[in-house]
């Protein structure tokens, strides 16, 4: 019966398709193996296999068109397997559960996989160079785009955060790892004997506000600094 209904049915529904009380009907489904029961619903368990891999085989295309990514979005997945919400969750769970994929952070990936830079690390290293050289003052991801002679850097910048070269302080703009921790110890030093102020901390380090308050932002986030009124103090630890 479950054979002519891919989308499976509710345990509700069961005992009415089955012409049985609903105990028995239960226990009957519970006692064949080839139907399991997920949220409530009994479904073929052939059904969440077939849809486990087309996720496996959506995942592996992703990996060889998009190798600097770290896997393809959950919701991109969830949407190209065409299954119903809880049938995708029951197969990605499977394949989680059998150390076939890794899911995390709003990513799937095979498990084992590794990102790896479009033109290899010989590119990628090209890149963090340019944002080193601009110190505290990097280009816009457009920008560098436009420099570097690369489109689509957003990937590969990921990949560098992930190797802790570059971080973005900025939806739009990335900084060098040696840039930041720089500013830090900017902070730091000037927080160990004063408040921070903008104005000074813009002429220790002769950088514009262009650049000068999103970092004094994200040092707040990070935890380094905190803001008191119209200053900036370290944070306590």
Known sequence: ALGRRPAGVSSAELPLLLGLPASLALGAARGETLVREVNDRWVLAGEIDRIAGRALDRIRVHHRTHISD????LETLRHELRAPQWQAEAALGDLASARRVRIADGVAA???????????????????????????????VQELERQTGRAGLGALLRLAADRGQVQAVERDRWYAREALDRFSAALTEMGQIQAIVPA?????????????????????SQGITVRVGDVRRLRQT
């Open 70 to 73: 770290r896997g393809i979005p």
């Open 110 to 140: 095979l498990a084992g996989f590794t990102p790896r830079a479009e033109g290899g690390d010989a590119e990628l290293d090209r890149v963090v160079d340019v944002l080193r050289e601009a110190n505290l003052c990097p280009p816009t």
């Open 200 to 220: 000074a901390v813009r002429d220790k380090l002769g950088i514009s506000r262009k650049y000068l308050i999103p970092l004094l932002e994200w040092a707040d």
